[in-house]
């Protein structure tokens, strides 16, 4: 006899978010055959030294059961020693910090840990889409302080406002900032830190891209700033320093009482990273400063194929500060930004991603474009944006 299908209703919350529009354009582009310029993440294999870690990992054998549920020991002395080297102090592994699955179960974690249903979370706009989610999973309300073009830069008053008018308990920060490639300096970290403290409030930030910066900017971390230990969560991880998205390694590093809270949500939510990785990780941990030097000199070199190609296809991009993305300006196109992507994919074969979907205010004349690519299919798609002017 046939069944009946359940009339039951999937949770309000799922209702809430649709799927990625990112790894939908990415569907597109697979579809179409076109370059992947939509979801960020390389497609070149990571440095040697980690292969080579991971074999010597697998040839030793004895590390395929979980980890402690906090990261293996091994690997939260080897990021200690990292952080406490870039930050001038010493960082307890014990205790301020958490291995976690990418820095998105960090963000994940961090906002489950500090808000409660109903409360009220400011994110600066543009934003990576996953702390919409992330707000909604945790119960809370986005309320959305804008970055304003070209500097990207916030106004003050509006984020006092946030805090004021709206009772927000935290703000999420994302530095360098995916999709607009702001570094935030650190006169505006100060102004944050300042109106924090004023509200009592708490800050959750994301820095995978802290090691990838531009033209002597430098990436501060909120953390570091005078009495910001206790406010701020930092959330990070190991994908695009070391080009080991999959791998899935990530971190939160905060004082031990926060360190605690989200360990609580970390254990129910995944129990712990994969251990081999961990422990092959530790290589990339080990890095002198020179790695990342290179790294960021490796993205440049990136960024000048891409870039010049943008502005003579007449979709010209703000010039990034840090991560790995181009903002593109197609008024030029006389398209919208979700038909001009799905153009592109079809036919010149090279697919961005609709801007509209890190804005939270109408906003249809913006792209985004990663360029965490090989030169070579850089190059080619640099090729393909050229002939844009000739197809329109
Ligand atoms: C700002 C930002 N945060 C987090 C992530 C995901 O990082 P992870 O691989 O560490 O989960 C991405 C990936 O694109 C990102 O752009």
């Given at each position: 006899m046939a069944q009946e299908p359940s009339r039951r209703q999937s949770a309000q919350r799922v209702g809430r978010f649709t799927e990625s529009v990112i790894r939908e354009q990415s569907r597109i582009a697979l579809e179409h055959g076109a370059i992947n310029l939509a979801q960020?993440?390389?497609?070149?294999?990571?440095?040697?030294?980690?292969i080579e870690a991971l074999q010597a990992v697998l040839a030793k054998g004895g590390n395929h059961q979980y980890a402690n549920t906090w990261g293996a020991p091994e690997f939260r002395l080897a990021l200690s020693r990292k952080i406490s080297r870039e930050v001038g102090r010493m960082v307890d592994p014990d205790r301020e910090l958490t291995v976690t699955c990418g820095s998105t179960e960090a963000m994940i974690a961090a906002m489950m840990a500090i808000l409660d249903p109903g409360d009220h979370v400011?994110?600066?706009?543009?934003?990576?889409?996953?702390?919409?989610?992330?707000?909604?999973?945790?119960?809370?309300?986005?309320?959305?302080?804008r970055l304003h073009a070209p500097h990207w830069r916030f106004d003050p008053e509006e984020l006092r406002s946030a805090f004021r008018d709206q009772g927000c308990k935290a703000l999420v920060v994302c530095n360098p900032s995916n999709p607009c490639g702001k570094v935030f300096t650190l006169e505006e970290l100060e102004t944050i830190?300042?109106?924090?403290?004023?509200y009592d409030a708490l800050a959750v930030t994301d820095e995978v891209y802290q090691h990838i910066t531009y033209h002597g900017r430098t990436h501060i971390p909120l953390a570091t700033l005078p009495d910001m230990a206790d406010r701020v969560i930092t959330c990070s991880s190991l994908s695009k320093t070391y080009s080991i998205t999959g791998w899935r390694l990530g971190y939160v590093w905060a004082s031990p009482r926060w360190t605690d809270a989200v360990r609580k949500v970390h254990d129910f939510l995944t129990v712990g990273a994969a251990h081999p990785l961990q422990m092959a990780a530790i290589a990339g941990l080990e890095q002198p400063d020179s790695y990342y030097q290179e790294l960021s000199k490796e993205y440049s070199r990136r960024l000048e194929i891409l870039l010049p190609a943008l502005s003579d296809a007449g979709i010209p991009a703000l010039r990034p500060q840090g991560a790995y993305f181009l903002l593109a300006d197609i008024s030029s196109t006389g398209m919208g930004d979700v038909?001009?992507?799905?153009?592109?994919?079809?036919?010149?074969?090279?697919?961005?991603v609709p801007g509209s979907s890190f804005f939270e205010y109408p906003v249809g004349n913006l792209?985004?474009?990663?360029?965490?690519?090989?030169?070579e299919t850089l190059h080619e798609a640099a090729r393909r944006l050229r002939k844009l002017p000739r197809m329109l």
């Open positions: 960020g993440f390389p497609d070149f294999d990571p440095p040697a030294f980690l400011a994110v600066f706009s543009p934003y990576y889409e996953n702390y919409a989610a992330d707000g909604i999973l945790a119960g809370a309300e986005a309320v959305h302080v830190a300042a109106i924090l403290q004023e038909e001009f992507c799905q153009f592109m994919a079809r036919d010149l074969g090279v697919s961005p792209v985004r474009f990663h360029f965490s690519r090989r030169d």
